[in-house]
């Protein structure tokens, strides 16, 4: 099983709609998650870190599930410029972090 | 935030030449830095990990002695791909972490190194 598995997509979504993207891990123990977005060509970076709360900024919106392993992110209002690949990152022990395939995000005017 | 600089952001060179990449984190010390590669359409994948003064560890799969990581201070990491092939064309991403107050290891990414071989 891989550590982490997201569904690819594409996810092609009008403008102002809400989209939802999941991410499961294997390894119990993880301690740390992150979304991660890359735009074609480019470095990833960092959207938001997942806290096991969850936690919101602007129309982002990450949730941790421990108890089945995954964590998700949500995005309200999609703009044009949300268009792009959503990485998640799980964090199992120090200095080891594992990406999973990206969600791919299109969003139609 | 944290910066971090890839030299050079691309390179094409020949089959069998070695290409070094140079991965530096200009405002922080960097404890660990990683090195990627991403084939087009593709997820990251961790190639190593490596700790300043130490030996980096490789993930399953990466020949050690084709890609030689030196992590020489807490600010540069440098990877070379000795005698490169065309499969080794590839986006090599390196990141850093190890930032003080930095919330849950976070990773800054270098911009990235576009490797052809011709």
């Known amino acids: 099983r891989k550590e982490v598995e997201q569904d690819p997509g594409p996810f092609n979504v009008p403008e102002g709609a809400t989209v939802a993207f999941n991410c499961t891990y294997s390894?119990?123990?993880?301690?740390?998650f992150f979304w991660y977005r890359q735009d074609c060509r480019k470095e990833p970076k960092l959207l938001m870190s997942?806290?096991?709360s969850g936690n919101e900024d602007g129309r982002f919106t990450a949730q941790l599930n421990r108890a089945s392993q995954y964590i998700s992110l949500l995005i309200r209002d999609s703009k044009l410029s949300d268009s792009a690949t959503y990485l998640c990152?799980?964090?199992?022990?120090?200095?080891?972090?594992?990406f999973g395939t990206g969600t791919s995000l299109t969003v139609i005017p | 935030g944290a910066v971090v600089s890839q030299h050079p952001s691309r390179v094409i060179c020949k089959s069998g030449t070695s290409v070094k990449i140079e991965c530096r984190s200009l405002?922080?010390?960097?404890?660990?830095m990683f090195w990627y590669r991403q084939f087009p359409k593709q997820s990251l994948m961790l190639m190593a990990t490596?700790?300043?003064?130490?030996?980096?560890?490789?993930e399953q799969g990466v020949e050690k002695d084709k890609f030689l990581i030196n992590h020489a201070s807490l600010t540069l990491s440098t990877l070379t791909v000795t005698s490169a092939h065309p499969e080794d064309s590839s986006f090599y991403i390196c990141?850093?972490?190890?930032?003080?107050?930095?919330?849950?290891?976070?990773?800054?990414f270098g911009p990235g190194t576009r490797l052809t071989v011709l």
């Open positions: 990141s850093a972490s190890g930032l003080a107050g930095a919330i849950y290891n976070e990773q800054f």
């Open positions: 390894n119990s123990a993880s301690q740390s």
């Open positions: 997942v806290y096991s």
């Open positions: 990152v799980v964090n199992p022990r120090s200095n080891q972090f594992y």
């Open positions: 405002d922080f010390q960097a404890t660990t």
């Open positions: 490596s700790n300043e003064g130490s030996k980096a560890t490789y």
